[in-house]
């Protein structure tokens, strides 16, 4: 019973996940200004880390769950440096 509804949930959550990543990936394209793209952005990248933990749970595999790291922290450096960008005209100094 219980891995019935773990399937499930986990079918539900990487359902609700593609569908966020169709609207993120609208944003992405339409957003009206560069902040909103950036923001888009940044939330695409959570939600394919999440996807990538819903396969981790499902196959029993390091390797996606290493992959969601490794999304993780190119993510991270990425909108910090899309950030300073917006902010100064220029990444390095």
Known sequence: MSLTILIWGVFAA???LACSCLLLSFRLIK?????????????L??????????????????IYF????IIAMIGFVSTI???KFLMRGEVIE
Do not use: C, H
Request: aromatic residues 8%; without cysteine.
């Open 14 to 16: 990487r359902l609700l």
């Open 31 to 43: 957003g009206p200004k560069a902040q909103d793209r950036i923001i888009g952005l940044d939330t």
């Open 45 to 62: 990248y959570v939600i394919v880390m999440m996807l990538f933990a819903t396969f981790t749970i499902t196959t029993n595999s390091r």
């Open 66 to 69: 290493e992959t969601a790291l």
């Open 81 to 83: 440096a899309l950030a």
